[in-house]
């Protein structure tokens, strides 16, 4: 099994920064895919950020594009770093890992237990 810890998050003010950060245990060679989503009140869940753990490839929704980070360490921890935050950022974030599937897609199978963003304007 794969465990994932996440720390991080907060409230801060409209243009700060933040870094959260998601550490990995278990079976790590379980998962290629590794992932931040947030979920606000009264929306679906959505998938913020990816990284393929082989190649580093990666994907952003286009809202954080520019702004947002997503890492990976030879742990297969990772980290997104969120610079110029906006109020439209706040959300409940959370990691997730799991394989890359045949078909393409990644199948997240493994979860953080989810950290609160805030930012206020």
């Known amino acids: 099994q794969v465990q994932l810890m996440q720390s991080g998050g907060g409230s801060v003010q409209a243009g700060e920064s933040l870094t959260l950060s998601c550490i990995a245990s278990?079976?790590?060679?379980?998962?290629?895919?590794m992932a931040w989503f947030r979920q606000a009140p009264g929306k679906e869940r959505e998938l913020v950020a990816r990284?393929?753990?082989?190649?580093?490839?990666t994907y952003y929704t286009g809202s954080v594009q520019g702004r947002f980070t997503i890492s990976l360490d030879n742990a297969q921890n990772t980290f997104l770093q969120m610079n110029s935050l906006k109020p439209e950022d706040t959300a409940l974030y959370s990691c997730?890992?799991?394989?890359?599937?045949?078909?393409?897609?990644?199948?997240?199978?493994?979860w953080g237990q989810g950290t609160q963003v805030t930012v206020s304007s």
């Open positions: 278990g079976y790590t060679y379980n998962y290629n895919c």
């Open positions: 997730a890992a799991g394989p890359h599937m045949i078909t393409g897609t990644c199948r997240y199978a493994y």
């Open positions: 990284i393929f753990t082989q190649g580093g490839a």
